[in-house]
């Protein structure tokens, strides 16, 4: 069985600087795809970002960034210049069975000014 | 719509009541999939639709868990007899493609639903 882990409940991180959002997960399938998904407080699920594990150059979606280690089946995500629009939930999410996604616990982002 | 719409956005129910959870995905999109988020939890799969067949139903906790999507459009969650372990936001999400390649899953804002 699949599982995802985010080992951070909380971080925060000031205006403008970067904060770096870790995770990790099990697989024995050597095809398959990993998100970050943030989640605001109206509840929707919105993409930041995705990276299939086929592809060794690591994603980038403007101010975010992964770091893709498949060996170390680590998936980190990276925001840059951070604003205050950037304050969610953050979860990790891993599927190698299109739309069956596996969630982790999420990781809560404050931004002070 | 512009987006998923889910309705009722919240619901009270007595434990032992049928409660129905609609979801109405983007137009045109193929795909759809229904998860369950528990309080402080991340979303967990429950059911998952190519048009009006339910493909996939792995996910759902008892048999008092039914999903339907009768026309391959709007779908409708039913959980019967309702337990204090059910409350949670139930998520839906929308899918143009059914694969992995193309396919970016829209969620709505989803169902919070409260047992007392």
């Known amino acids: 069985a699949q599982t995802v882990t985010q080992s951070q409940p909380e971080m925060s991180v000031q205006e403008a600087e970067t904060v770096t959002l870790s995770c990790t997960y099990d697989?024995?399938?050597?095809?398959?795809?990993l998100f970050w998904y943030k989640q605001p407080p109206s509840r929707q699920m919105i993409l930041v970002i995705r990276?299939?594990?086929?592809?060794?150059q690591n994603a980038t979606e403007n101010r975010f960034s992964v770091n893709f280690q498949k060996a170390a089946k680590s998936f980190s995500l990276k925001i840059s210049d951070s604003q205050l629009g950037d304050a969610a939930m953050y979860f990790c999410?891993?599927?190698?069975?299109?739309?069956?996604?596996?969630f982790g616990a999420g990781t809560q982002v404050v931004v002070t000014p | 719509g512009a987006g998923v719409s889910q309705s009722p956005r919240y619901k009270v129910a007595k434990r032992g009541q049928d409660v129905a959870l609609r979801c109405d995905p983007i137009?045109?999109?193929?795909?759809l999939f229904w998860y369950q988020q528990a309080l402080g939890q991340g979303p967990e799969f429950l059911t998952y639709?190519?048009?009006?067949?339910?493909?996939?139903k792995s996910g759902l906790p008892s048999d008092r868990f039914f999903a339907e999507r009768p026309e391959g459009s709007v779908s409708t969650l039913k959980i019967q007899r309702t337990q204090q372990e059910d409350s949670a936001v139930y998520l839906c999400?929308?899918?143009?493609?059914?694969?992995?390649?193309?396919?970016?899953?829209?969620f709505g804002e989803g169902s919070r639903l409260t047992v007392l």
């Open positions: 999400a929308s899918s143009l493609m059914d694969s992995p390649n193309t396919g970016e899953l829209f």
């Open positions: 697989t024995s399938e050597s095809d398959y795809y």
């Open positions: 990276q299939e594990a086929y592809k060794q």
């Open positions: 999410a891993y599927t190698d069975s299109w739309g069956k996604l596996q």
């Open positions: 137009s045109g999109h193929v795909s």
């Open positions: 639709f190519q048009n009006e067949a339910q493909l996939d």
